[in-house]
């Protein structure tokens, strides 16, 4: 079991910059692949970003490439998403994730834990 806490969202102008953190707790942190994944309303809920265990391999959507940089520091149990250049569709509630199967899932039914989610806002 893991138990996952977001913090960093906010209100922000377009192209200004947020950093999500999540903390984890409960068993070995270095264990699991991490995701963080967004939901707008009346959406569904989209890959953003994921991490392999040892921080070595990062894969993006394609939506926010080159604008999102996903990390990790096992020593401190948090996995991070640096948002720069933010568009206002980039607006909606972040979750970050936590994977026990194997390899780097894409998908919201590849993880097995869930924060509750951080709400970003992005003003035009």
């Known amino acids: 079991q893991v138990q996952l806490v977001e913090s960093g969202g906010g209100l922000v102008q377009a192209g200004g910059s947020l950093r999500l953190s999540c903390a984890a707790s409960?068993?070995?942190?270095?264990?699991?692949?991490m995701g963080w994944f967004r939901q707008a309303p009346g959406k569904e809920r989209e890959f953003v970003a994921a991490?392999?265990?040892?921080?070595?391999?990062?894969y993006y959507a394609y939506s926010v490439e080159g604008r999102f940089t996903i990390s990790r520091d096992n020593a401190k149990n948090t996995v991070y998403l640096q948002m720069n250049s933010l568009k206002p569709e980039d607006t909606a509630v972040y979750y970050c994730?936590?994977?026990?199967?194997?390899?780097?899932?894409?998908?919201?039914?590849?993880?097995?834990?869930w924060g509750q989610g951080t709400q970003v806002t992005v003003s035009s």
């Open positions: 991490i392999s265990r040892s921080g070595g391999n990062t």
């Open positions: 409960g068993r070995t942190f270095s264990s699991y692949a």
């Open positions: 994730a936590a994977a026990e199967r194997e390899g780097i899932p894409y998908s919201v039914s590849g993880y097995t834990y």
